[in-house]
């Protein structure tokens, strides 16, 4: 894999051009305009990696790499699960941050109280 951050997201994106344009421009930026971070599991355990853990300590992704938006609130909620409830991933097929931001736009058509 390479290595982490953005560098190595466009290293990955890259390659993945190489035979055919599929991302020419390098890695898009989220729906908030910001970077996906991006760690791939040989860095896990370097401080200040950004890698997700499950609240039971083990790492999302354990043999392959995580992939993720920060979300609308911006706080990747590295050591807080509040924080990362609405974090975009690569990892999590049950995709629960759908049901914060369903629940955020119903709010929002709702209006103020």
Request: charged share 20%.
């Amino acid at each position: 894999y390479p290595p982490a951050g953005p560098d190595g997201l466009r290293l990955a994106t890259d390659s993945l051009s190489r035979g055919a344009p599929y991302l020419p421009e390098g890695p898009p930026n989220d729906a908030w305009g910001r970077p996906f971070h991006y760690v791939p599991h040989t860095e896990y355990g370097r401080p200040g990696s950004g890698a997700m853990c499950a609240d039971d300590g083990t790492f999302y992704a354990p043999t392959a790499f995580q992939v993720y938006s920060l979300g609308g609130d911006g706080r990747a909620g590295v050591d807080n699960p509040g924080e990362r409830q609405d974090n975009i991933s690569n990892w999590e097929p049950a995709r629960p941050w759908r049901a914060v931001y369903r629940q955020r736009q119903q709010a929002f058509r709702k209006g103020p109280s």
